[in-house]
């Protein structure tokens, strides 16, 4: 028989379902990523109109059936809305989302990628923060999260810990000066590389503490976005939105 859950979540996306419904995906603290149908959603009087919608977070009570799950109620307590006033950092917010949706798993534990999720968000939404810092944190820290992360803290040739100059994705991580020679590597800067290591080493709640200059910014984005690219394998459509309209 089936019976009530609650699971603290957020919506990572909804769709329409007939007149008034949506299915919606929700990554869980509890249970990863689930499918959810709710039911009269998309009328103009319904206790679930703001609840399934993406970055709604909070506490959700579902009906678990025997192949489905049903939206019963929900206790939201952030809905993200300075995201919707910056059609910017929105379009970077549903990159976040898309990617999490990808690698989130069903019937796993969430916490990891929940907390991620989160305090990635609100990075986001602070005036302090600029968004392409916080992109790249975030997808480092997702590959963290999957055990696909890059080698930093020593050559991924030869094994040696200091003189780390270069980057190799072929090698998937840092190479000595020596052996980044041999390779088709990125030159890494030795700022850039504490800024690396500082991202996939810091607990969540501080990665989002710092800033850095735009030369190791620059840096940082021409090494995040081979290695995020080669390990996804996958064509975000909210990253080409973004790219469109963020440059």
Not at 31 to 39: C, D, E, H, P
Not at 107 to 128: E, V
């Amino acid at each position: 028989m089936g019976q009530n859950i609650v699971l603290t979540g957020m919506v990572l996306n909804a769709m329409p379902i007939g007149e008034y419904d949506k299915r919606i995906t929700v990554l869980t603290k509890e249970r990863g990523k689930i499918t959810a149908f709710a039911r009269g959603a998309r009328r103009p009087t319904s206790q679930l109109l703001a609840a399934a919608n993406p970055f709604s977070f909070g506490e959700f009570e579902f009906f678990e059936g025997r192949s489905t799950y049903n939206l019963a109620k929900a206790a939201i307590s952030n809905y993200f809305r300075e995201l919707s006033e910056d059609p910017i950092k929105a379009c970077y917010g549903f990159y976040f989302l898309e990617i999490a949706d990808f690698y989130a798993q069903e019937n796993n534990d969430g916490t990891g990628m929940l907390k991620l999720l989160y305090q990635t968000l609100r990075a986001l939404g602070n005036q302090a923060f600029d968004p392409r810092l916080v992109r790249r944190i975030y997808e480092l820290r997702v590959l963290l999260e999957e055990g696909e992360y890059p080698g930093l803290f020593a050559c991924q040739k030869c094994g040696k810990k200091e003189d780390l100059k270069w980057f190799s994705v072929k090698r998937h991580g840092m190479l000595c000066g020596l052996c980044g020679r041999e390779e088709h590597a990125l030159p890494v800067k030795e700022s850039t590389l504490y800024t690396l290591q500082y991202i996939l080493s810091s607990d969540i709640g501080k990665l989002y503490n710092f800033r850095v200059s735009e030369d190791v910014l620059e840096q940082l984005e021409q090494v995040t976005d081979r290695f995020f690219t080669v390990q996804s394998s996958h064509d975000f459509q909210s990253l080409e939105i973004l790219k469109t309209i963020a440059g």
